[in-house]
């Protein structure tokens, strides 16, 4: 007899491998835009970067959490 991968447990790793590569993403976009708003609105106190990385961060958490709960709920 021959065993055959169930599509469901298939698609989860599937959405598991895809999470880091969405997060480093997420991260890299809002570095890149902070980035790009202290080169072009320079100001002495505000720093684009940091704030917009941390943002970002806090994003792709979310993001995590959020596909993690929907794999566990389809389980």
């Known amino acids: 007899m021959e065993n055959k ?3 469901k447990k298939a698609s989860k790793w599937l959405a598991l491998i895809n999470i880091p ?3 480093g993403a ?5 570095s890149y ?3 790009w708003l202290d080169e072009n609105h320079p100001s002495p ?7 917009l990385v ?12 959020r596909q993690v709960n ?3 709920k389809s389980q």
């Open 5 to 7: 991968p169930n599509p």
């Open 21 to 23: 590569i969405q997060m």
């Open 26 to 30: 997420i991260i890299f976009l809002f």
């Open 33 to 35: 835009l902070g980035n």
């Open 45 to 51: 106190k505000v720093y684009y970067t940091k704030i």
């Open 54 to 65: 941390m943002v970002g961060v806090a994003l792709a958490l979310y993001n995590v959490i």
């Open 70 to 72: 929907e794999i566990n």
